[in-house]
């Protein structure tokens, strides 16, 4: 199938020039440089709110929910000011202790948009409803968990999501979709299988939001796919971490580099979902069913394993050592295409291999809805 145009994706009432999502990366993957960056070439770019206070390196256990809420501000701002006048989402993760303290800051901060999931948003209705501004994006790996946010909503708030976030566990790198490991490989839960089924669904209720897909995505190739599919949009989380506005350290970055496809394995969260992430020395002693004895730093999930059992590992703290670049202490959270990552891209050379040159005349972003997407003839 050749497509004729790229689809329009429109948010609520953001329509960025390319449809296009960064996903969110935490901890601080997808901070203020990278999000601001991505917003600023025409696309949506996601800060990740999951633990952004360790930024601060202030924080502890007894005011880790706190400096989160200082630092969300505070990195929304940065972020704004490199956006320029670009769409900015923020990636809240309902599995987290302090989840609606983050989805109230991200809005104080001014926030565009918020996508929501590692659990399903039947809340985020009721935590948005001073801020109607803010679009609302539930991410999901079912129909059947779509259809319960929609049917949940409409009868508790009288609204519906702005769209749907369909990510695969079956290429997606981080915190997966389905129950436990045996199910991340499931067919029924591929983008082949559940855009479509969605997209349907989703006319047969006269329901007109966009749905857009995530997990595996790396190419040109692969986005148009995803648009034969039926979806108006793609989100892609590995491409961007390796950037060059990235803001992970650069032995993360360089990891990604060197990675082969036997690097990538599957693991057990404390938090009681599968993860893809690449075969650090941390996660081959995890494998290997080696006991921690570090403390709990933050308190961070709703649910962990390991802070009640001392079993698997302290999330937070391999995050946080990955983010600085401490291979040997580090989880990086990856998607099963890390291995294509062969080079340190800018943001702006990337969307120039998705879309054509970033510097043609009228290819600018647009934080609200006042222009349209640029057609682009598929190659």
Not at 219 to 245: C, I, K, P, W, Y
Not at 285 to 314: G, M, Q, S
Request: contains cysteine.
């Amino acid at each position: 199938m050749i497509l004729d145009k790229l689809p329009t994706l429109k948010i609520g009432q953001y329509t960025p020039r390319f449809p296009v999502i960064q996903g969110g990366m935490g901890v601080l993957i997808s901070g203020p440089s990278l999000s601001g960056a991505v917003a600023a070439e025409g696309g949506i770019g996601t800060l990740a709110t999951v633990g952004i206070g360790m930024a601060t390196m202030t924080c502890n256990v007894d005011n880790f929910f706190k400096k989160n809420v200082e630092a969300l501000k505070d990195f929304v701002a940065k972020a704004r000011e490199k956006a320029k006048g670009g769409i900015l989402a923020a990636n809240c993760m309902c599995a987290l202790q302090d989840y609606e303290q983050q989805v109230r800051a991200v809005c104080e901060a001014g926030i565009d948009i918020i996508i929501s999931g590692a659990g399903l948003p039947l809340k985020l209705p009721e935590l948005t409803r001073d801020f109607p501004n803010v679009a609302l994006v539930p991410i999901v790996s079912s129909l059947k968990a779509a259809s319960i946010i929609v049917r949940r909503w409409m009868k508790n708030y009288g609204r519906s999501p702005d769209a749907f976030v369909v990510e695969t566990p079956n290429s997606a790198g981080g915190h997966l979709g389905a129950a436990k490991i045996e199910q991340v490989d499931d067919k029924e839960l591929s983008l082949e299988t559940v855009i479509p089924q969605l997209v349907n669904w989703l006319k047969e209720i006269k329901l007109n939001i966009p749905v857009i897909a995530a997990g595996g995505i790396f190419d040109r190739n692969e986005m148009l796919h995803a648009f034969e599919l039926g979806a108006s949009g793609v989100q892609m989380g590995t491409r961007f971490a390796a950037s060059v506005e990235g803001d992970a350290s650069d032995v993360f970055k360089q990891a990604y580099v060197d990675a082969k496809p036997e690097d990538v394995v599957l693991i057990n969260s404390p938090c009681g979902l599968p993860g893809r992430a690449l075969r650090s020395p941390m996660v081959e002693r995890y494998l290997r069913h080696e006991d921690r004895k570090d403390p709990c730093i933050a308190n961070c999930l709703a649910h962990c394993v390991y802070r009640a059992t001392h079993k698997t590992f302290c999330i937070a703290r391999a995050l946080i050592q990955a983010l600085q670049g401490n291979w040997e202490e580090g989880l990086f959270f990856c998607g099963t295409n890390v291995w294509r990552v062969n080079k340190i891209q800018t943001v702006k050379e990337i969307f120039s291999d998705l879309f054509g040159s970033a510097d043609e005349p009228g290819n600018k972003s647009c934080r609200q809805d006042t222009k349209k997407n640029i057609d682009a003839v598929s190659r």
